[in-house]
């Protein structure tokens, strides 16, 4: 074992440390930060077309549970049948998922498409989100927190963002009731 390798190795910054942060939020970082160095050791700029344009990147969000959730978006890395990998022309986009008591509401960036270009379809516990046009190719299959009613389903598309509200099934329940002592 080299002593001064491993001196060396303790005293490297991470990039988050700067962070004043609880051990969930650290959680969240290291494992964000795992994920980003998986991605750049496995990426080969060979794999996007020439002019074609790549993005990717990430998105915390809390469920409604308090629960932090760390989500990838942007295209992504394919494997062909014959093995050699490729970057999809599809992007899956930027989403938001926010459980109200009586809805449920999605907002979703697409920029760069008419509201006409959009396929919206949404089931009893699911929405699929699908954009194909010579310019732009997106989709995002989302899964409901809870059971939708899908006709009630309303959707606003205004520059570049897509907002969907749903009600839910049944009303949220409160997180609990006083209970009387015999």
């Known amino acids: 074992m080299d002593f001064f390798d491993d001196d060396i190795r303790r005293r ?3 990039p988050f440390d700067f962070f004043e942060m609880d051990d969930e ?3 969240i970082f290291r494992e964000m930060e795992r994920m980003m160095n998986r991605i750049f050791r496995e990426f080969d700029i060979n794999w996007i077309k020439p002019g074609s344009s790549f993005v990717h990147g990430f998105n915390i969000y809390f469920d409604s ?3 932090p959730h760390i989500e990838q978006f942007g295209n992504r890395p394919l494997k062909k049948s ?3 990998r490729i970057i999809s022309d599809e992007r ?3 989403t938001d998922l926010i459980e109200g ?3 449920v509401s999605v907002t979703v960036e697409i920029p760069g498409v008419e509201k006409e270009d959009i396929d919206l379809h949404v089931t009893n516990n699911s929405l699929e989100i699908k954009v194909d046009t010579p310019q732009r190719k997106y989709y995002k299959n989302v ?3 809870c059971d939708v009613i899908p006709d009630t389903t309303k959707a606003t598309y205004k520059n570049g963002v ?3 509200i749903v009600k839910r099934k049944e009303k949220k329940e409160s997180k609990g009731h006083r209970i009387p002592i015999d």
């Open 12 to 14: 490297r910054k991470n």
């Open 25 to 27: 939020f650290d959680h």
């Open 65 to 67: 549970k308090g629960k």
């Open 82 to 84: 014959d093995g050699e």
């Open 92 to 94: 899956e986009p930027l």
């Open 101 to 103: 008591d009586e809805e």
């Open 143 to 145: 899964n409901l927190p």
């Open 162 to 164: 897509l907002d969907i």
